[in-house]
């Protein structure tokens, strides 16, 4: 049979559990991250050269995330159907073999 519905909402409940611990340590990761960008910029560019290049950077990778929900995906083409006439050629072919194996009748 299959996975109990307890076990299944057990692993839901898991695997989503651990997706919003990770999403908020990515959450803070990033904050120290562009923390330290900002020291960094400040130090080699001044006050706001660096709050121009973060916030650049930011609106970037925001404008790319809002540019892909836009693209569609194209559904997969259905699978090729094989000709009437192949089919019928190998239904033949597939008698015939078993004809030639029944009577017992091997080329030499």
């Not at 995330?65 to 089919?87: I, W």
Request: glycine share 12%.
């Amino acid at each position: 049979m299959g996975i109990p519905l307890a076990e299944k909402a057990q692993d839901l409940a898991r695997r989503t559990t651990l997706g919003l611990a990770g999403g908020l340590l990515l959450i803070i990761g990033l904050g120290f991250l562009t923390l330290a960008a900002w020291i960094l910029l400040v130090d080699l560019q001044g006050t706001a050269n660096a709050a121009l290049i973060i916030g650049c950077v930011y609106t970037g990778a925001a404008l790319l995330t809002l540019a892909a929900t836009r693209v569609k995906r194209q559904p997969a083409p259905p699978p090729e159907q094989p000709s009437p006439m192949g089919l019928v050629s190998q239904a033949f072919l597939e008698g015939l073999g078993a004809g030639y194996s029944a009577r017992g009748h091997v080329r030499k």
